[in-house]
C-alpha cells in the first residue's frame, strides 16, 4: 500500500486521538485537526536534559533478606502423623 501522506504534516481525530498522515481528503473533515509532528509523535522529541522518573519504592534487597525468602520457599516435610493418615487404607 502506497502512502499519499505528505511528510512531516500529521492528522488528529478530535474524538479518538488516531493519528494520520496529512490527506487532502481527511483536511475537509471537521472532526480532525492539523498538528506537529512533536503532538503527534511525542516520544521521538524528548528534550536532551529530560530525566527519568524516580521510583516510589525501593527495589534493592539485602542479601540477608534474599536468604530468607529462600528458606520460606523450601517445601517442607510432612510429618509422619500425616503421611500415615494419608496412606491408611492403601494396600502396598
Known sequence: MV???????????KK??????????????PAV?????EEAFPERHIPEGQEGRKSGLALSTSDEAAT??????????PKKAVAADASRGLKT
Do not use: C, Q
Request: hydrophobic letters at 30%; glycine letters at 8%.
Open 68 to 77: 530468607e525468602a529462600e528458606t520460606k520457599a523450601k517445601p517442607k516435610k
Open 33 to 37: 485537526e492539523e498538528i506537529s509532528e
Open 3 to 13: 502512502s499519499l501522506a505528505v511528510p512531516g504534516r500529521w492528522l488528529r481525530h
Open 16 to 29: 479518538d486521538g488516531t493519528i494520520y498522515g496529512y490527506s487532502e481528503h481527511l483536511v475537509n473533515n
